[in-house]
Each structure stands twice: as structure tokens, then as C-alpha cells.
């Protein structure tokens, strides 16, 4: 007997944002004349992506001087940005540096430092909402000079040592709703100081990523199944699945194509096809054409 095909479709709105792009393009152009090119950090968090690129000649490489090439040995800033101290010690290295760092995060780094500056001489704090250790936030907190603080919850607030005047920037990957919280809480511990302005909340989110939550959850209401595709090291991909999931509780995550199990597609007549920011196109295109000989073969029984 026929069954009717469902329909499949992948997510317009998911995949690398422009500035992983952008990132990505740098590394393809710098591999095409051959020879290695080292990146400070994974360029993307995204195992499927990673070993493409390594297959082209992209080296990973961490702080540590073992792994650090020689003089004129390429290296590759990715999108999240270094620390002034990191682009003088590559200059001291005399490494062939190509700078692919995210143009609003550089914005960012700009404006932390020219707040910084501002509040320096006032003992004021510069406070960073995101996640300690991000090497987004790790070039954020370079950038500033005086008292920086690292805070992920309203709950870290009371505890912290902050001094007004104060300067609040989000890492441009954090969820919306929590930052308003978080810039709630804030004010709500500096009255005075945030009715005198010496409070200064700055949206610093990037578009692409608020953006994104609205267009997913239309996607996961709009289709049967949700086939979510992420690399299991993405935190942002961990996040936008288990929002995914709290739309259309027929969201399964993979990492790739072998994942899919057949079972999963029984009864639907439109599945969707999705992913992180940090998910490769090609790789749902592969996802999606696993599901559509997944399905055929269970149409025609
Ligand atoms: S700022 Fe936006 S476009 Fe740039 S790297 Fe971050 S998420 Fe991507």
C-alpha cells in the first residue's frame, strides 16, 4: 500500500550567522594557495564542519607555544575575537595574521573599551553578561581596563563587587529574555545610581541571534517532526534544541545523518529540518536527503 510522502523542509533561518561565514570564507580563501593554516580556537563549534576543514589543511590550536607556528606561519583570528595582548604577541611572533573577527563583535570590543576608559578614572565597573571562559567574553574582558566582572544571572549580582558608574554589554550570543532580567536586577540594586544615569545598559545582542528564536519557534509549530542538527560540543545549539522541543515535542537532535531513525517519522506529513547557529548548510541538505530515502522506502509498504 502508498502511503502519502510527508513533505521536507529545511529551516530558512537556521545556519552560520554572517559572521561565521564570513569566518569560514577567510579560512577557504587562505587554503586554496595550499599550505597549513593554524586557527586560534575552533572556528566553529560544529564537528562535521571541523573535520571539512581540516581535510582542506585548517590546524587548531590552542595558547600553548608547542602548538604556536614559526615566523611567517598563517594564523587565522575566528569570529569571537582575541585580547589586545593576543594580536601583540602574534605581531611579536611575526606570524601572517588574517583578522576574521565578527565586525560587531569588534564594534563591541571598541565600545567596552571606550566605556572602560570613561568610568576608569571614577572606579567605576564594567559588567559583562555571559559565560565565563567564552572566548567572545575572554576578548570582551581584555578589551577593558579597571574592575570587569563576568556575570551570567541576576542571582550573581548581589554577591558581585560592583562600583557605579557602571557600563552593562551582553556577549552577542545571549538569549534576550534573560538579559532583560539581568539588566532589571541591576538597576534594581543601584537606584540612585541608575536615576542618576550612572547606569548604562547597552543592547548589545546581536540581531541575527534574537532574531532567530521567533523564526524557530514558527518552524517547530508549523511541521510534525523537527530534526534538529547540532554539533554536541554547540551550547547555542543545545539551547535553541531544548527551545525547539518546548514548541513541538517531536524534536529530535542529531549530529548528523547516521543518527536518523525511521520510527521517528511514522504519521507525519511535513517534517522540518533545523539547527544551530553554528550547523553547516551541507550538512542539513545531507540530513534532509537521509529523511527523504528514510521515507520513501516507508511510503512504499
Ligand atoms: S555577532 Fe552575530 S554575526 Fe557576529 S559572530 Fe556573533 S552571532 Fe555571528
Redesign the pocket.
Given at each position: 500500500m502508498h502511503k502519502l510522502k510527508p513533505t521536507i523542509e529545511i529551516d530558512p533561518s537556521a545556519g552560520?550567522?554572517?559572521?561565521?561565514k564570513r569566518?569560514i570564507k577567510s579560512a577557504e580563501n587562505l587554503l586554496k594557495s595550499g599550505g597549513e593554516v593554524s586557527c586560534l580556537g575552533e572556528i566553529v563549534h560544529n564537528e562535521n564542519e571541523m573535520e571539512r576543514l581540516k581535510g582542506l589543511g585548517m590546524r587548531v590550536i590552542g595558547p600553548d607555544d608547542s602548538e604556536i607556528p614559526g615566523p611567517g606561519g598563517r594564523v587565522l583570528i575566528r569570529?569571537?575575537g582575541v585580547t589586545p595582548e593576543t594580536y601583540k604577541e602574534m605581531e611579536e611572533r611575526l606570524l601572517s595574521v588574517t583578522d576574521a573577527t565578527?565586525?560587531?563583535?569588534l564594534r563591541?570590543q571598541q565600545n567596552v573599551r571606550k566605556a572602560s576608559e570613561e568610568v576608569f578614572a571614577r572606579q567605576g565597573t564594567i559588567v559583562i553578561f555571559g559565560k565565563q571562559g567564552h572566548p567572545?567574553v575572554i576578548g570582551l574582558q581584555g578589551n577593558a581596563k579597571g574592575n570587569v566582572r563576568v556575570l551570567s544571572h541576576p542571582d550573581d549580582i548581589s554577591g558581585a563587587a560592583l562600583t557605579t558608574p557602571l557600563h552593562v554589554f551582553a556577549q552577542?550570543?545571549s538569549n534576550a529574555a534573560s538579559y532583560k532580567k539581568f539588566c532589571e536586577a541591576i538597576t534594581a540594586r543601584f537606584p540612585d545610581a541608575a536615576s542618576r544615569g550612572e547606569v548604562m545598559l547597552h543592547q548589545t545582542i546581536?540581531?541575527?541571534?534574537s532574531k532567530r528564536e521567533p523564526a524557530l519557534e514558527k518552524f517547530a509549530r508549523d511541521h510534525d517532526v523537527v530534526i534538529f542538527v547540532t554539533g554536541s560540543g554547540s551550547s547555542n545549539g543545545k539551547y535553541l534544541s531544548e527551545y525547539c522541543r518546548s514548541v513541538n515535542a517531536r524534536t529530535l537532535v542529531v549530529t548528523g545523518p547516521g543518527q536518523l531513525e525511521k520510527q521517528w517519522f511514522a504519521g507525519a506529513a511535513s517534517i522540518g529540518v533545523t539547527g544551530a547557529?553554528s550547523t553547516p548548510a551541507w550538512l542539513m541538505e545531507e540530513v534532509a536527503s537521509a529523511i527523504e530515502t528514510m521515507t520513501s522506502e516507508a511510503s512504499c509498504t
Amino acid at each position: 500500500m502508498h502511503k502519502l510522502k510527508p513533505t521536507i523542509e529545511i529551516d530558512p533561518s537556521a545556519g552560520f550567522c554572517s559572521g561565521v561565514k564570513r569566518a569560514i570564507k577567510s579560512a577557504e580563501n587562505l587554503l586554496k594557495s595550499g599550505g597549513e593554516v593554524s586557527c586560534l580556537g575552533e572556528i566553529v563549534h560544529n564537528e562535521n564542519e571541523m573535520e571539512r576543514l581540516k581535510g582542506l589543511g585548517m590546524r587548531v590550536i590552542g595558547p600553548d607555544d608547542s602548538e604556536i607556528p614559526g615566523p611567517g606561519g598563517r594564523v587565522l583570528i575566528r569570529a569571537h575575537g582575541v585580547t589586545p595582548e593576543t594580536y601583540k604577541e602574534m605581531e611579536e611572533r611575526l606570524l601572517s595574521v588574517t583578522d576574521a573577527t565578527c565586525p560587531v563583535v569588534l564594534r563591541l570590543q571598541q565600545n567596552v573599551r571606550k566605556a572602560s576608559e570613561e568610568v576608569f578614572a571614577r572606579q567605576g565597573t564594567i559588567v559583562i553578561f555571559g559565560k565565563q571562559g567564552h572566548p567572545e567574553v575572554i576578548g570582551l574582558q581584555g578589551n577593558a581596563k579597571g574592575n570587569v566582572r563576568v556575570l551570567s544571572h541576576p542571582d550573581d549580582i548581589s554577591g558581585a563587587a560592583l562600583t557605579t558608574p557602571l557600563h552593562v554589554f551582553a556577549q552577542t550570543t545571549s538569549n534576550a529574555a534573560s538579559y532583560k532580567k539581568f539588566c532589571e536586577a541591576i538597576t534594581a540594586r543601584f537606584p540612585d545610581a541608575a536615576s542618576r544615569g550612572e547606569v548604562m545598559l547597552h543592547q548589545t545582542i546581536c540581531g541575527q541571534v534574537s532574531k532567530r528564536e521567533p523564526a524557530l519557534e514558527k518552524f517547530a509549530r508549523d511541521h510534525d517532526v523537527v530534526i534538529f542538527v547540532t554539533g554536541s560540543g554547540s551550547s547555542n545549539g543545545k539551547y535553541l534544541s531544548e527551545y525547539c522541543r518546548s514548541v513541538n515535542a517531536r524534536t529530535l537532535v542529531v549530529t548528523g545523518p547516521g543518527q536518523l531513525e525511521k520510527q521517528w517519522f511514522a504519521g507525519a506529513a511535513s517534517i522540518g529540518v533545523t539547527g544551530a547557529t553554528s550547523t553547516p548548510a551541507w550538512l542539513m541538505e545531507e540530513v534532509a536527503s537521509a529523511i527523504e530515502t528514510m521515507t520513501s522506502e516507508a511510503s512504499c509498504t
